[in-house]
């Protein structure tokens, strides 16, 4: 027997079901994400999911190669380099042109390492960036050329090919034993300075794909699988099509209805947005005095004291004249002086569960710079690291 009542659900869920994906897929997206951003604190940054996840097998490779800089005004590597004579030569007996490395000067070239980045699905004909190294004891870079240089893969395929002038965003100049020097004379760039030979080939599933986090997070993990689901409930779906495996990793299955359109199904679930969860973190950069924290640090009930200790050393010199007709001879000795000022302290009493903004009031009131900051013991008792 068949049950009439169930049987009648099920034909009008069908017809139900055609008639949804008659709708344009604009209007069948206009779902709300409140569920998934309720959980979120209000001050974690709303993104897109396409700019914090990537998808698993597809990334960058690294390319590398050796080549010789040309056209420069003495600034180049000098014959103590071998490498640079070496390669010169081997060049220049391509051409034809037979010399031995005692004939090569060098100064106006240069032995550089050539690296790049192939983006996914670059296709040939394609430019990209690339970084030029200094490889032997050359000066500076500025004003050079790059000549052709194959850039190969970890499995020693050619995948670009380089060349161009080539850019320090800088300066080096010397004049009468004096040098003045801007950014690093020895690395340079040649924005779009490759043109891709080789295309690397990149397989989407139909059926499954696996979304993986630039920063591990449970809380944001959990997000992007709730907004997937949430948006893709017009679809009636009998499981939920995406979750969350662990802190970095989100499965996805692809709904029958997109499995001939994964580009497309890739698209929209890149533009959801979610609340991405934010660590509470404390950076520390002692070298130069910067201090980062985050949103939700939170401190325990601490008191602080600060005071300015200063110590003062000079030094000076001191003639000792002996007395007349004592046969003494006139002496220069030193002084030393110590001099400590205690600046007045401050007590400030910051209380539990303390606000990112009440602990800069806190260590404003007290006349804190950031390297006292830093003197204090950040890490081990001021600051309690919580969520």
């Known amino acids: 027997m068949i049950n009439k009542s169930a049987f ?10 055609k008639y949804i994906l008659a709708v344009p897929v604009v209007i069948a997206l206009a779902i709300t994400l409140s569920s998934s951003l309720l959980a979120a604190s209000p001050e974690d940054p709303l993104v897109n999911i396409g700019d914090i996840t990537r998808i698993e097998g597809i990334r960058d490779n690294l390319l590398m190669g050796n080549g010789i800089v040309i056209g420069l005004a003495g600034t180049g590597d000098s014959n103590r380099s ?18 031995t490395p005692e004939q090569i000067r060098s100064r106006n070239l240069a032995a550089v390492i050539v690296t790049a980045s192939l983006p996914p699905f670059a296709h040939k004909g394609d430019r990209i960036d690339v970084t030029v190294n200094s490889l ?10 790059l000549l052709m240089t194959p850039l190969k893969a970890a499995n020693g395929e050619v995948y670009a090919v380089a060349q ?16 003045v020097r801007k950014n690093h004379p020895t690395v340079a760039r040649i924005p779009e300075g490759a043109i891709v030979e080789r295309e690397l080939n990149f397989g989407l599933s ?18 992007i699988a709730q907004a997937i ?27 029958e209805q997109f499995r001939d ?33 985050g949103h939700n640090v939170r401190i325990s009930t601490v008191s602080v004291a600060h005071g300015n200790l200063t110590v003062k050393i000079s030094s000076g010199e001191k003639v000792s004249q002996p007395a007349p007709f004592s046969g003494g001879e006139t002496t220069i000795t030193k002084e030393t002086e110590i001099k400590i000022s205690e600046g007045e302290g401050h ?33 081990e008792t001021f600051f309690l690291v919580t969520q």
């Open 261 to 293: 359109k994964v580009v497309e199904f890739i698209a929209k679930i890149n533009n959801f947005k979610v609340r991405a969860g934010m660590e509470a973190k404390v950076v520390i950069n002692e070298r130069t005095g910067t201090i980062v924290m």
């Open 8 to 17: 009648g659900r099920y034909l009008a869920r069908r017809k139900l079901f």
């Open 229 to 255: 689901n949430d948006n893709f409930k017009y679809l009636f779906t009998a499981e939920p099509i995406a979750e969350a495996v662990d802190a970095g990793k989100v499965n996805v299955n692809i709904p």
């Open 347 to 379: 007590m400030v009493v910051v209380p539990s569960g303390g606000t990112i903004g009440e602990i800069v009031a806190a260590l404003n009131a007290i006349g804190a710079s950031p390297r006292d900051i830093i003197a204090f013991p950040i890490a």
């Open 206 to 223: 139909h059926r499954n794909l696996t979304f993986l986090l630039d920063q591990p997070n449970f809380e944001t993990a959990s997000f």
């Open 136 to 145: 032997g004891d050359a000066k500076s870079l500025q004003g050079g050329t």
């Open 82 to 99: 071998q490498a640079t004579i070496q390669m010169v030569a081997n060049m220049l007996k391509k051409f034809g042109v037979n010399v």
């Open 164 to 179: 161009g002038p080539v850019s320090i965003g800088g300066f080096n100049t010397r004049s009468g034993g004096t040098q």
